[in-house]
């Protein structure tokens, strides 16, 4: 399960660096597009599309990055005053439901890319499968992750949770 860590760590490390490259080319894409409307007076028309879909992407792929980190938000105060046997069933639970919802995200991800694959996009002409592939590669991705948290659970302690 040590791989299984390792390569956790290791995809968010280059999901890391991903956003990076996406969130500075989504702030230099608007910045640009800003200039051209109101100081050129004419319209990239393609721009605000790229803009949005960028967005996505770092949404996506930033929900994995959060969920790696535990970044996400949580009420712990219950959880906190558990005792520690309560705390860790309960740990695992959530990474099982977790797991659960990051398959199905998985599933319908490729079936939805799949749906729309003839179609296109209507300024950059892209297919739309590829715009919308995030769906399942970020849940490919959290899935890693999660199944990663469950066996670091799993393999601790009462008394280390």
Not at 94 to 107: D, P
Not at 113 to 136: C, D, E, G, M, N
Request: charged content about 15%; glycine content about 6%; hydrophobic content about 55%.
């Amino acid at each position: 399960m040590i791989v299984l860590k390792k390569a956790s760590i290791r995809i968010n490390q280059g999901i890391e660096y991903v956003l990076f490259t996406l969130g500075f080319s989504m702030a230099v894409l608007v910045a640009v597009q800003v200039f051209f409307r109101y100081v050129l007076n004419q319209s990239l028309f393609w721009s605000e599309e790229l803009a949005r879909y960028l967005l996505v992407w770092l949404t996506f792929l930033g929900a994995s990055s959060a969920y790696h980190r535990h970044a996400h938000p949580g009420v712990d105060i219950l959880y906190n005053r558990m005792a520690p046997t309560l705390r860790k069933g309960c740990a695992v639970l959530i990474h099982a439901v977790s797991i659960g919802l990051f398959t199905v995200m998985i599933v319908y991800g490729c079936q939805f890319a799949h749906f729309v694959r003839l179609q296109r996009t209507p300024a950059l002409q892209l297919p739309k499968w590829l715009v919308l592939s995030i769906i399942p590669v970020s849940g490919v991705i959290l899935l890693i992750h999660a199944v990663s948290f469950l066996f670091d659970t799993l393999k601790r302690g009462d008394h280390d949770v």
